[in-house]
């Protein structure tokens, strides 16, 4: 059951990523990444990141893209033909993509088990959870503290710095943002 | 669990999105695909974090934390850029072409 709605989930993303980039309607475009968005979520969900889910759809799809739209609807750009580059570049575009994409498909074939091999450095056949406890933790996590305790507890201990950091960047961001699109200050 | 697949899919769409980098000119797809391509990379975060604890899920977080803050600058830099030019077509965005 959960490999079938991974299936669907991972065909639309699929489907709407191609379709993102072929249509030559910027709005168009963006209306399909944000499907894309919204099966990555669904996805996400299906791995036991829930919390990361409902994020993605918070943040991605709401905030992100209609932050998009919103450009595109106040710069009014037609869908002009000549958008996407020659045949020249899309062969080699296309070729670079096979470069990139042959090595990085060679990963869908790990299993938990050579993962755990790789970190723990010894050969595991068994079950992998016994090699990557961490793994086991987390889903204790969840299953003690709740889906957003789990996360929590990480972001606000372990990663309390770079938390920090963060709001210091969004500044920085939303100032510059201003700055930049301002005509005079 | 669903741990090939889940690479599998984040290497499609990655490839689908360097892919639209290369052939689009439109500055502002060019921004989706440069979206698509992190969104693969969180995917592929949250498909590790079953196994590695819930740091990747962590990192998922700040990653899209960087995505909103780089879409907010980028965008704003196109605006300006569209002030100039009337136009958000990288043909045209060529000032620093030697």
Redesign the interface.
Known sequence: MTELVFSVLAGFAVISAIACILQRNPVASAIWLVGTMFALAGIYVLLNAQFIGAIQVLVYAGAVMVLFLFVIMLLNLSNDAGDLRGWPTRLIGAAIVVAIAVPLLTVGRYTPQRLASEVTGAVVSGDPAAALPAGQAALAAVTAKGVVGAVAVPLFQQYLVPFEITSILLLTAAVGAVVLAKRKI | ?????????S??????????V?????A??L???I??ML?AV??TF??????????G??L???V??????????G??????V??HRQS??L?YINLLRG
């Open positions: 669990m669903l741990l090939g697949p889940s690479l599998t899919l290497a499609i769409l990655f490839a689908i999105g360097v892919f639209g290369l052939i689009r000119r439109n502002i797809v921004f989706m695909c979206e698509l969104n969180n995917l949250v498909a590790l974090a079953q196994y590695h604890g819930l740091s899920q962590v998922v977080f700040f899209m934390t960087v995505a909103a803050a780089e879409a907010a600058v965008l704003a830099i196109i605006l300006s569209f002030r958000v077509d043909k």
